[in-house]
């Protein structure tokens, strides 16, 4: 505590600010408690300090209403930091949570592979089962061929899928070329089916092929999205196609120009 004396020769006793220290030690319901305390002291100092100006028309001292922002300010401080390590402990919570959920799912997955490769297959009763049975019925024959059939075609099937999967997974791939600067980097970026299409001599891409290497979640669209998407790629490709055009006409043009003004010199005498 320290003494102030004002105009009237009189001494008025004021605070000191709070120290941040001592706010750190307070819970979060007496620093809201002290934030409204603090509010209405600087309200209170803010309204004598108006009161003073009018009458004597002087401003009144600016210490009291500096220590309160003061206190003000590192209390918002306080607050602050209690934020940030309860907002990095909710996200380590979720961090571990979602690495358990991570490892309980692959754990999951990998039971069921195991269990599913030492049971028997059982395929499921569907409509292409069912007429499959009824044709060898027709045929005459009588046996489990048409399950045998079905297995081979569901691990064909995924066994394309995962392949697909591994080839157009353009996430996890690595940039081609391995480590390379800056300036040495291609500009291809990532190994493109079309351009391993291309470089064998193979010109013909279906649309499939030209959704899987622009779209990543290119099975999810239906056919009237398909039309939009590949016909906004091809109309894209038709304007780099004229660019490239032109650049070469340009060119070209410039290239004979040349040719023509050498020619005229050369036969200039």
Known sequence: MRQQADEQGKKVTTGRSWNIDELRLKSDEDLHKLWYVLLREKNLIASDNILKRKITGESGPQGQIGKVRVSMARLKTVLKERKLVRDAYRQHLEDEYVQA????FEK??????????????????TFDLLRAKYADLKRGVDNLDYIKKAAEFDIKKKEL????NAKYDYKSKKEAGGEVTQGERKEEGFKSGIIEQLNSGNLKITQEEVLRSHIKNWRMLDLKQRRIVLGALNARRARDAKSEFLKELNLLGQKIAYDNLQRQKTASP
């Open 108 to 125: 999951q997955t990998k039971e069921a592979e195991e269990k599913e490769a030492k049971e028997p297959y059982v395929p499921k009763i």
């Open 101 to 104: 959920q991570r490892q309980e």
């Open 161 to 164: 899928k995962a392949y697909l």
